[in-house]
């Protein structure tokens, strides 16, 4: 069946160390999408890419970096200089937007 | 920039009644898309409905009903007859179609007590 796999479910990460979430989808979307949700907030859109080897910054893009070298991957690196990293991230992908959206099940990072 | 208002936090209610979820936006756009969303405590996000900006009939799936209304640049959801499995967050979601980029509101938490 097609869908969007996020891996790993649960992260730990150590102060001061990168981080790489993974997000692969085998729907055949051309769009890509990472959101950020804090404990009790909505989703706030980190990047996205509407093509392969193009990607646009979202409203809270400092700290992260993604690429887009496949058109089924889109793996988000949570760097070191991203202060709170602690959230639940979520994955997006579209064909067209108006066709909807899949989400992916989501990585829950904590900086321990 | 588009922009969607959740202006209820939180809404409890008593199994059996209906409750009514507020969603404004904002949009410069003429063709865009709207959507709601489910969010059980397990964290996933799942689809309730999506409506494009050209049709504005009302829909009915079930005890869920939504109001669109272009004129107030408003787009509620109505549980009807709640039950304990309707807790969840409830967001509201926007996109336009010259890049797809989802916006969310801030979510409505709504509890529903036996």
């Known amino acids: 069946d097609g869908g969007i796999t996020q891996s790993p479910k649960y992260l730990f990460r150590k102060e001061g160390q990168n981080v790489t979430l993974s997000c692969e989808q085998n729907l055949n979307h051309d769009a890509m999408y990472w959101y950020r949700q804090d404990p009790g907030q909505g989703l706030r859109l980190i990047y996205y890419?509407?093509?392969?080897?193009?990607?646009q910054k979202g409203d809270i893009a400092e700290g992260y970096s993604v690429s887009r070298e496949k058109k089924e991957s889109f793996p988000l690196t949570v760097t070191s200089a991203q202060k709170n990293p602690t959230a639940f991230y979520l994955c997006?992908?579209?064909?067209?937007?108006?066709?909807?959206?899949?989400f992916g099940s989501g990585t829950r990072l904590t900086v321990v | 920039a588009q922009k969607v208002t959740q202006a209820q936090t939180e809404i409890s209610v008593v199994e059996k009644e209906d409750v009514t979820l507020d969603c404004v936006y904002e949009t410069r756009d003429t063709t865009y898309y709207l959507f709601w969303y489910k969010q059980p405590p397990s964290g996933e996000l799942v689809f309730l409905i999506r409506r494009n900006s050209f049709d504005e009939q009302n829909e009915i799936s079930g005890r869920y009903s939504w109001n669109f209304q272009k004129s107030t640049s408003s787009f509620n959801f109505t549980i009807t007859a709640s039950q304990v499995v309707d807790s969840a967050v409830y967001f509201c979601?926007?996109?336009?179609?010259?890049?797809?980029?989802?916006?969310f509101g801030a979510g409505t938490t709504v509890t529903v007590r036996a």
């Open positions: 890419s509407q093509i392969v080897n193009d990607f």
């Open positions: 979601a926007l996109s336009e179609a010259y890049d797809y980029k989802l916006s």
């Open positions: 997006a992908s579209t064909l067209r937007g108006k066709d909807g959206y899949t």
